[in-house]
């Protein structure tokens, strides 16, 4: 019997990229979103659907899955990833950076779990998986804004989690640390880029997307009955 639909949003890098490439090699059915299409076009995937999505735009985001769910069935599982971190002291940052990632890490994320939750709820089953970070858990020196969203996610993954419990749907939070992807590369001030990259240094240097793609594999693996609610993963020797 054919394995059922996932849907990964921000497939087009890092981390996104890592979870499409695990769950295509287990045979999955994918719908992949993120605005450069042609990136995911280029992993070249079976049984993939590849659509240029903003995830602020709510409607974009619900016509892809609907299109996805008539070629492949029900989505099975939602892997919201898609973010951006845009770091800057909040005395400084160009206030239209934080618009950007309320947007983007939580507005996105809603826009994602509206698109799916209903039917898995019909359905009594699914399993959504939204990428948090640490920064969601603890303040870091320019991560104000970042930290609001990530926090925010956190903070709604919980609330929908135990909304949907009774429906036998998962909610699920993974956390990384850093992670060696092109994420940083958004930030403007060259002088918070280069911090970061030399913390990283100090640190030994970050995780991979694979390591994230295997958490998220695991988590979606165990039986439906079981929810890891939360998994936060980070270098060994990354102490904040
Ligand atoms: N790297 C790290 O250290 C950590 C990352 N995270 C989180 O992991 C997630 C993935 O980031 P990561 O892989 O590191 O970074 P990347 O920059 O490599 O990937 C970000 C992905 O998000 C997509 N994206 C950004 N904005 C939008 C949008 N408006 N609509 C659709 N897709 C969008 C990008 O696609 P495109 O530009 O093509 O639209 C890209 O595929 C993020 O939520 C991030 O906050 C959490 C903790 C640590
Ligand atoms: O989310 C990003 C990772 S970190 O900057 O919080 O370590």
Redesign the pocket.
């Known amino acids: 019997m054919s394995k059922p639909l996932i849907v990964v949003?921000?497939?087009?890098?890092?981390?996104?990229?890592a979870i499409a490439r695990a769950f295509s090699a287990q045979r999955h059915p994918l719908l992949l979103?993120?605005?450069?299409?042609e990136?995911?076009e280029a992993l070249d995937l079976p049984e993939t659907l590849c659509r240029k999505?903003?995830?602020?735009d709510r409607v974009a985001v619900l016509e892809a899955v609907k299109e996805a769910e008539a070629k492949y069935g029900p989505t099975d599982c939602l892997v919201n990833?898609?973010?951006?971190?845009l770091l800057g002291l909040v005395t400084e940052q160009n206030p239209d950076e934080w618009d950007r990632m309320i947007?983007?890490?939580v507005k996105?994320v809603l826009n994602g779990i509206h698109a799916v939750v209903k039917p898995m709820q019909a359905r009594k089953g699914g399993t959504i998986i939204n990428?948090?970070?640490?920064?969601g858990i603890k303040g870091f020196p320019n991560h104000a804004a970042?930290c609001g969203t990530?926090f925010a996610v956190h903070g709604l993954t919980e609330t929908v989690r135990e909304e949907v419990a009774d429906d036998n749907v998962r909610v699920i939070v993974i956390?990384?640390?850093?992670?060696?992807?092109?994420?940083?590369?958004?930030t403007t001030s060259n002088e918070i880029k280069e911090g970061y990259e030399g913390w990283k240094d100090s640190i030994g240097g970050?995780i991979t997307?694979e390591d994230?793609a295997a958490c998220v594999s695991f988590s979606y693996g165990l039986p439906q009955n079981v929810c890891v609610r939360e998994v936060v993963v980070a270098a060994t020797r990354q102490q904040p």
């Open positions: 949003t921000g497939a087009s890098s890092g981390i996104g990229e979103l993120a605005r450069r299409v990136r995911l999505v903003d995830v602020t990833n898609a973010g951006v971190m947007d983007v890490n996105g990428i948090s970070s640490v920064a970042y990530k956390a990384p640390g850093a992670v060696e992807t092109e994420l940083l590369s958004h970050a997307p994230i």
